[in-house]
C-alpha cells in the first residue's frame, strides 16, 4: 500500500506557541490531503481538505486561521496550530487518497502545556 | 438515521475465537468499502477495501460486503491479542466531481490471551 509519512509524532509546547506537523507522500504524488483530528476514545473528525497549489477547504467549525495549512508540493502538506492552547491538544492525522482509498500517517500526538 | 453505523463496543473475545465486526450504511451511493485498524496513539492501518458484494480474503480476516442489505462485516479468524484494537469501517463513492468518505465510528476490540 501507499505510504504516509507524518511528522513529529508527538510534541509539547507552551500554550501562546505555533506548532507546525508534516505530512508526506512517499511513494506516489498526492494532490489532496486530508487532516483529521481526534479526541480520546472517539472517532476521526475531519477538518480540512488540503488541495496542492489552492487553498485548503475547511470544514464547518474549524478555524482556518487557527488551523493553517499548506500545499505547496504534490508530496507535502502542512498543518500549522497557530496560538496553541490546552484545547488543542489532541491527536492529528493526516491522510492522502490513491484513488478511492484513503491511507494515514501515523499521527502527531500535540499535548500544549 | 445517520449514514454509517457501527457498534462501538466495546468487544473483549478469548484468543482463538472468531470476531464478527459490522457495519450498516443507509446510502445507496457508496462504491468502496474499507476496514481499517487504529491502535491507541496510531494512524489508522488500512486492512481490506472492496468495491463488489460478496467476501473478499486475506489470511485471517474476511471482508464481506452485501448491498441489497447496506451491510458490510470484517471477519477475523483465530484472533490473536497482536488484534486488539479499534477497527474503522469507511465508505466512499465518487460521483459528478464530488468525492464523499464516511466513517464508522469505531468498534474497539480486546482478545484475551
Known amino acids: 500500500g501507499a505510504v504516509v509519512s507524518q511528522h513529529p509524532s508527538w510534541v509539547i509546547c507552551k500554550s501562546g506557541t505555533s506548532v507546525k506537523i508534516e505530512c508526506r507522500s512517499l511513494?506516489?504524488?498526492?494532490?489532496?490531503m486530508f487532516w483529521y483530528r481526534q479526541f480520546p476514545k472517539q472517532s476521526l473528525m475531519l477538518m480540512a481538505t488540503s488541495n496542492e497549489g489552492s487553498k485548503a477547504t475547511y470544514e464547518q467549525g474549524v478555524e482556518k486561521d487557527k488551523f493553517l495549512i499548506n500545499h505547496a508540493s504534490l508530496t507535502l502538506s502542512t498543518l500549522t496550530v497557530t496560538s496553541a492552547h490546552p484545547e488543542d491538544s489532541s491527536f492529528y492525522i493526516c491522510s492522502a487518497r490513491v484513488r478511492d482509498i484513503l491511507f494515514f500517517g501515523s499521527g502527531t500526538q500535540l499535548s500544549v502545556l | 438515521q445517520k449514514e454509517v453505523e457501527q457498534d462501538p463496543g466495546p468487544l473483549s473475545v478469548p484468543e482463538g475465537a472468531i470476531v464478527s465486526l459490522n457495519c450498516t450504511y443507509s446510502?445507496?451511493?457508496?462504491?468502496?468499502f474499507m476496514w481499517y485498524r487504529q491502535y491507541s496513539r496510531k494512524g489508522p492501518e488500512l486492512l481490506m477495501y472492496t468495491y463488489s458484494s460478496g467476501n473478499k480474503e486475506d489470511g485471517r480476516f474476511t471482508a464481506q460486503v452485501d448491498k441489497s442489505s447496506k451491510y458490510i462485516s470484517l471477519f477475523i479468524r483465530d484472533s490473536q491479542p497482536s488484534d486488539s484494537a479499534t477497527y474503522l469501517c469507511a465508505m466512499s463513492f465518487a460521483q459528478g466531481g464530488s468525492e464523499k468518505l464516511v466513517f464508522g465510528k469505531g468498534t474497539k476490540l480486546t482478545v484475551n490471551p
Open positions: 446510502n445507496s451511493a457508496f462504491q468502496y
Open positions: 511513494d506516489f504524488q498526492a494532490t489532496t
